[in-house]
């Protein structure tokens, strides 16, 4: 027999309806899927109220080595809306570091057979907003400090060095990468 105490377990937050919300990413990493794929994996703490979204992947290399455009556009959306800029060739070890604990705005909602609210409309993704305020062209004008990643060469995330300026992102942010990786 197990002994447990529901005292102060809440019960408000535990579903929420289809909407726009800011996520907080509480935890991001890059994995291999067991198709063999490379990705990237972040779960979000929506804010305010601490509502958890889990497993939401970012797949950018098949495993032959082949890129996959869904998964970096939507990579790319999100360091845009986060204030993160990557210059240059950059190694994808750094891609967690640069993002946990950034917040942005996205729509969660369910597709058919979904159990779960997810991040299904990359479009959505947005800068943080004040809640209640809609997405619009707008919404990217006011970004938080961003990071520069530069590296030389491409091994290893202790070859990059970070360093903070204010610029905006929509102006100047862009992903450079060689091998085709142009999105």
Not at 38 to 46: H, R, T
Not at 83 to 110: M, N, Q, R
Not at 139 to 167: G, L, Q
């Amino acid at each position: 027999m197990a002994k447990f105490n529901l005292d102060k377990v809440s019960t408000t937050g535990q579903t929420k309806k289809e909407g726009i919300y800011n996520l907080k990413i509480v935890r991001c990493e890059k994995i291999i899927a067991s198709t063999g794929s490379k990705m990237i994996q972040m779960d979000y703490i929506v804010e305010p109220d601490g509502f958890k979204v889990n497993y939401d992947n970012y797949p950018y290399a098949k495993q032959d080595g082949s890129l996959i455009n869904f998964g970096l556009s939507k990579l790319k959306l999100v360091m845009k809306a986060t204030g993160t800029y990557v210059e240059g060739d950059f190694d994808d070890e750094i891609i967690p570091t640069l993002l946990k604990d950034k917040v942005f705005s996205a729509e969660l909602s369910l597709k058919e057979g979904d159990k779960y609210l997810k991040l299904n409309d990359i479009n959505t993704i947005a800068p943080a907003l004040k809640l209640g305020q809609p997405i619009t062209p707008e919404s990217f004008n006011d970004v938080p400090p961003t990071a520069k990643v530069t590296s030389t060469p491409m091994n290893t995330s202790s070859d990059c060095k970070v360093e903070k300026e204010m610029e905006e992102v929509l102006d100047t942010a862009e992903i450079k990468v060689t091998d085709n990786w142009d999105i």
